[in-house]
């Protein structure tokens, strides 16, 4: 509710404009952000790449704050995909040590929010450094009962259907029944977002017209908003226009009958 925005957002702002204009009962459950562009911030400024991914976090922080004000459901950020290990390797290093600050210096925060931590994709592939900083994030806010802030690493979507399918098929041969049927509950019950209410929006920043991967099951019936504005320069007033332009689209599931958004 807009009280909880009371200590943050300055009277007059366009903050405060916007949060008149959102629709309470009609919020996305689960907002995802593909996080993109901090190359492009950093090469605008004449910058190493890596000052874009720094610059990158002051944002995490900004829409993990707003979503949890907000009182979103879930948040799931892309921060890493399957396909990003093909940079170079000291940017994917950068990549990690940011994380591990980032877990380190938020955790008291994100836990004083009451939001629960997770992360997507197939982190057993990541260094026993990030995994040990994930694990401690994880449980200390496991009985949270806020926001879940899932951060999508080592993540794509195809690897994660994959990974779906064949732990449905086993559970299927255990009970001694055919591929024949599989079904789709059946998968979804196997998705890394299974605890998860369904994808509402999906937000995509600086301007790229494409899904890289990221939940490509969950985005079939997802609304999509993209940004110019690079991920570094993404904050509470981006996020808040992108819910209320959320709110304006008519969605029907394939159907005839306009379906009112979320709740
Ligand atoms: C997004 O920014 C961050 C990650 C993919 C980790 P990019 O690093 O992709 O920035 P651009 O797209 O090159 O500008
Ligand atoms: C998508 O961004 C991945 C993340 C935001 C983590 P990319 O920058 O990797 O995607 P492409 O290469 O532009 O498709
Ligand atoms: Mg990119």
Redesign the pocket.
């Known amino acids: 509710m807009l009280t909880d925005f009371a200590e943050v957002v300055s009277p007059g702002s366009a903050d405060e404009r916007l949060l008149t204009s959102v629709d309470w009962d009609r919020l996305p459950r689960h907002l995802a952000i593909i996080?993109?562009?901090?190359?492009?911030?950093a090469?605008q400024r004449g910058q190493p790449?890596i000052a874009?991914?720094r610059a990158?976090v002051e944002a995490v922080r900004a829409v993990v704050d707003t979503g949890a004000r907000l009182g979103l459901g879930a948040l799931t950020l892309y921060?890493?995909?399957t396909e990003?290990w093909k940079r170079p390797r000291y940017e994917v290093d950068a990549?990690m040590r940011m994380l591990r600050k980032y877990l380190r210096l938020e955790l008291d925060e994100i836990n004083r929010q009451n939001i629960r931590f997770q992360t997507i994709g197939r982190i057993e592939a990541l260094a026993s450094t990030v995994r040990s900083e994930i694990a401690r994030a994880s449980e200390r806010t496991a009985s949270n009962t806020g926001m879940v802030l899932s951060v999508a690493l080592n993540y794509g979507g195809r690897a994660e259907i994959v990974d779906a399918c064949r732990a449905a098929m086993r559970k299927l041969q255990a009970e001694g029944k055919s591929a024949d049927e599989l079904s789709e509950e059946d998968v979804e019950r196997e998705l890394y977002t299974r605890s998860l209410p369904e994808l509402d929006l999906l937000v995509r920043t600086?301007g790229?017209l494409r899904i890289s991967n990221f939940l490509l099951w969950q985005s079939a019936y997802a609304e999509i908003y993209v940004t110019e504005t690079?991920?570094p320069d993404f904050r509470r007033v981006h996020l808040l226009e992108a819910v209320v332009d959320y709110q304006q689209r008519s969605r029907r599931f394939g159907g005839l009958k306009l379906v009112a958004n979320a709740k």
């Open positions: 996080m993109d562009g901090n190359g492009r911030w090469a790449r874009g991914h990158g921060a890493f995909s990003n990549l600086s790229e690079l991920w």
